[in-house]
């Protein structure tokens, strides 16, 4: 299932996505609400990662188009460190139940 991380903070938002591929993960970062509208619209995604730092504002319009795109699973993310240790904990069950239709 793909999965589609949106965040405003580079850092965190490539090393979400590193290690989500490094566990064997499909996903894709963006860092604009464009960009995220963009992508969900191919449909291709089941799962958004919306991180700390998107405004409410953003985090509201976007779970909702989210949700218009048929997105099975919208996860707010605020990444404590390390980074790649909240990942697997916080994120990839969340991703993996999507996946197996939780």
């Known amino acids: 299932m ?7 903070k580079p850092a965190r938002v490539t090393e979400v996505p590193a290690t989500l591929h490094a566990d064997g993960f499909d996903a894709e970062q963006v860092s604009t ?7 969900l619209e191919t449909g291709e995604f089941g799962v958004l990662i919306i991180g700390g730092g998107v405004e409410p504002d953003s985090r509201a319009a976007i779970k909702e188009f989210a949700a218009e795109q048929g997105v099975q699973r919208v996860i707010d993310g605020a990444l404590t460190a390390p980074f ?3 990942v697997r904990r916080e994120f990839e069950p969340l991703i ?7």
């Open 2 to 8: 793909r999965t589609l991380v949106l965040g405003r």
């Open 33 to 39: 609400d464009e960009g995220a509208r963009r992508l």
């Open 84 to 86: 790649d240790a909240y």
């Open 96 to 102: 993996r139940e999507a996946a197996s239709g939780g």
